[in-house]
C-alpha cells in the first residue's frame, strides 16, 4: 500500500499530483497481463482439442484510446480446421444451437481478479515510491 508523509491535505494532493497516470496505467498492465493470460489459458484448457485455440491466447500491445488504457488479452488467427480462434472461444463462453455455454472467460476473469489487482497495488506504490525519491 502507498504511504504518504503529508503535514496536511496540500502536501498530499501536491504529491498526488506529481504521479502520472498515463505512465504507471501501462506499467500496471503489463504486470498483471502474465496473470490474466495464464487464468485465461487454464480455464480454457480442459476444452482443448487440437490445441490451436490455446496455444493462440496471448497479450497485445497496451494501447490507449482516448482516456482509455487497455490491453487485450484473447486467443487469435485460425485453427488447423479453419475456424478462427476467436470464435471457438465465443462458442464455448456463450455456446451455441446445439452446444450448452461453458464460460470459460467470466470464470478466468473472477479467479485473477484479487491477483490483477494486487499487481496493480504494486505498479502504483513502485510510482508513488519513485516520486518521493
Given at each position: 500500500m502507498a504511504i504518504f508523509y503529508a503535514d496536511g491535505v496540500d502536501d498530499l494532493v501536491k504529491d498526488l499530483g506529481k504521479l502520472e497516470f498515463e505512465k504507471i496505467a501501462p506499467k500496471a498492465l503489463k504486470k498483471a497481463e502474465p496473470i490474466m493470460t495464464n487464468k485465461l489459458k487454464a480455464s480454457t484448457a480442459s476444452h482443448r482439442q487440437t490445441g490451436d485455440m490455446v496455444g493462440s491466447i496471448k497479450a497485445r500491445e497496451v494501447k490507449k484510446k482516448g482516456d482509455m488504457?487497455?490491453?487485450?488479452?484473447?486467443?487469435?488467427?485460425?485453427?488447423?480446421?479453419?475456424?478462427?480462434?476467436?470464435?471457438?472461444?465465443?462458442?464455448?463462453?456463450?455456446?451455441?444451437?446445439?452446444?450448452?455455454?461453458?464460460?470459460?472467460?467470466?470464470?478466468?476473469?473472477?479467479?485473477?481478479?484479487?491477483?490483477?489487482?494486487?499487481a496493480f497495488q504494486q505498479a502504483f506504490d513502485e510510482a508513488v515510491k519513485e516520486v518521493q525519491a
Open positions: 488504457i487497455y490491453i487485450f488479452i484473447g486467443p487469435s488467427g485460425k485453427g488447423s480446421n479453419g475456424t478462427r480462434n476467436m470464435e471457438k472461444m465465443a462458442y464455448l463462453e456463450y455456446g451455441r444451437t446445439r452446444q450448452a455455454a461453458t464460460p470459460v472467460v467470466v470464470p478466468a476473469i473472477t479467479s485473477a481478479e484479487s491477483s490483477v489487482l494486487q
